[in-house]
Structure formats: structure tokens, C-alpha cells
């Protein structure tokens, strides 16, 4: 048995192949009943129930199979992104090619976020950068969204270049510079904004370690676009109150080697260093603090996300492994 709300406005919708005689409306209040045939459709009213000819049309937002189109130059298709909400997969595929050599900047992205603000793909779209040719799927689910940007999707004559179809009743719709979607039990829903991203979310970040009197004795920062982890030891003696291992970074790769290691005694005058590692998708990094989880000098371990701000303790000991979206936490 299932319950689904149906409100003043909505219509309802019965089919019974037999229905001269097994098919029967009840009016509960005043116990008339009827039997409707083969097909009856109704619209719910105030007073009741109103038969009606036909049911409305479906719109363009619901179904589970859409289609996107994001074209370039000459109306040329430089992406095109298929979902099935029945399998829960959207398929993206981008052409090679530039895009559209008189835009230097982003000419067009595609994103998906879960509701918890995960980013789970993000591909922007340069316009006079050669663009390489690309298939992936990305698990999307309800609850889930979608965005779309096209610089162009507002020009009169180029609004075409970014369109939405609904493969089961053939709507197609333009959408605009941007269009924002959440994925709902009917379908999809226009959204006024995606949910905000987090802290492991992006491609630059910084991570701080302080010792005695919050005096910060590492820092380092990655940008995940270079590729490039710029670390720099600030000269000093960590903590004078620890006699072993303070705070410690190590960088390793999928295949184990380890392309940084660096400990830091407490009680041990440390020389200022300033290094640059290579550290790539797949890549793991770790990091160490051994007041990491003490109430009041957990401060002295945290990651910032430098695009959006947000920031978070580390704890004792942590583990990110660099991924296409930003960073995910091993341990």
C-alpha cells in the first residue's frame, strides 16, 4: 500500500481493461457509487471531483530521461550530457575541438553536487582552449543537482546553443546563461542556487601547523590545477614540552614511494626550509600533530579551503588522497 499527497488542482487518472463492471467509484460521505468504464480522468476541485477529457500534458521537467546540448562556434556540439534518472547515471561526452576561439575565458561548465555539497564532477569549458574528447559517467541520484553555464545562452541569435530535451515527450526548452536543477522523485526541479561546496572541495588549499604559544612552525599550500605543494618550515623550536615527534608531513604516490617526509621534533631547533613538491591526482598526503585533538590547542592542525573559505580541524592524524574533485579523506 503506498499514501501520496493529492491536492485541490491535481488530477487523477484510472484505467481498467474490464471496467464496465469491475471498475466503481464511492462517494464516502453519501455512499453513491458508479462504475466508470474502460477510463475516467478527474481534476480535483473545491466542491470534489470534475471529470475531465484529458489529462495535462507532461512538462519538460518531468520524466527520468533529459538530454543537454552546450554547442560552440558554428553550432558546433562541443557537449552533450544524457541522464537516466531510472539508472541513476548521467553520461557526459565532450567533443574535441575549440570551442569558440573569441572567448578566452569560460565559455561553458557542467557541475554536479549531492545535497551535502559534494562536488561530485565539475568540468569548465574554455572557449579558445583545444578541448579534448571525453566520456565519463557520474552517479546522479535524487536529491542530487545539476548546473549548467553558456556565455552565449542569453544572445538572441545563440541561445540555441544551450538546450534542454526531455527524451520522453520530446519538450526542449533553451536555458539560458545558467540553469540549476535538483533531481525530484518526478523528475527536475528549477533551483534558484546549488548547495554551497566543502572545505575538501576545489583545487587550492592550505594547511597550518602551530606549536608553543600558537606560533605557526608549517605551512603549506597546494593548488591542485599546477599540480605544485609549496611548503615552508618557519625556523625555531617547535615546542619545548615534547621531546619526540611534534608534528609530522609526508607525501606519497599510488605506488607508494614517498616524494616527502618531514618530521618535526618539539624540543628541537628546526631550520626555516622552503620546498615544492609534485603532487598529482592519486597522491596522498598526510599530516600529523600531536595536540591535534586537545580541546584547546586543536587549532594549531587545520586545512582552509582557499577558494571558498571554509576550514576544518585535523585532529591527531589525517589523510587526504588528491582526487579529480578536490580532496577525500583516507584516515
Known sequence: SQKFPVKVGDYIELTHLEGVHRATLTNVDNSKQESFGKKVMYEVTKEGLKKVEKMP??????????????????????????????????????????????????????????SSGNVLYNKEIVGNKQQNAENQTVPVKVGDYI??????????????????????????????????????????????????????????????????????????????????????????????????????????????????????????????ESQTVSVKVGDCIEFTHIEGETQKEKTRATLTNLENSKQEYMGKKRIYQVTSMGLLIKS
Open 57 to 114: 500534458e507532461a512538462t519538460i521537467l518531468e520524466g527520468n530521461k533529459f538530454a543537454w546540448s552546450l554547442k560552440g562556434y558554428s553550432d558546433r556540439e562541443i557537449a552533450k550530457v544524457d541522464y537516466d534518472k531510472t539508472v541513476e547515471e548521467m553520461k557526459v561526452k565532450l567533443e574535441a575541438g575549440v570551442p569558440h576561439s573569441y572567448f578566452a575565458s569560460t565559455y561553458a561548465s557542467i557541475k554536479v553536487q549531492n
Open 147 to 272: 548546473e549548467f553555464i553558456h556565455i552565449e545562452g542569453e544572445a538572441t541569435k545563440e541561445k540555441t546553443r544551450a538546450t534542454l530535451t526531455n527524451l520522453e515527450n520530446n519538450k526542449n526548452e533553451t536555458i539560458g546563461k545558467t540553469a540549476r536543477y535538483q533531481v525530484t522523485k518526478e523528475g527536475l526541479k528549477k533551483v534558484e542556487k546549488m548547495p554551497e561546496t566543502t572545505v575538501l572541495d576545489g583545487n587550492q588549499f592550505a594547511w597550518s601547523l602551530k606549536g608553543y604559544n600558537d606560533r605557526e612552525i608549517a605551512k603549506i599550500e597546494y593548488n591542485k590545477a599546477t599540480e605544485k605543494m609549496q611548503l615552508k618550515l618557519e625556523a625555531g623550536i617547535p615546542h619545548s614540552y615534547f621531546s619526540n615527534t611534534y608534528a609530522s608531513i609526508k607525501v606519497q604516490n599510488l605506488s607508494g614511494n614517498i616524494l616527502y617526509n618531514k618530521e618535526i621534533i618539539g624540543n628541537r631547533q628546526q631550520d626555516a
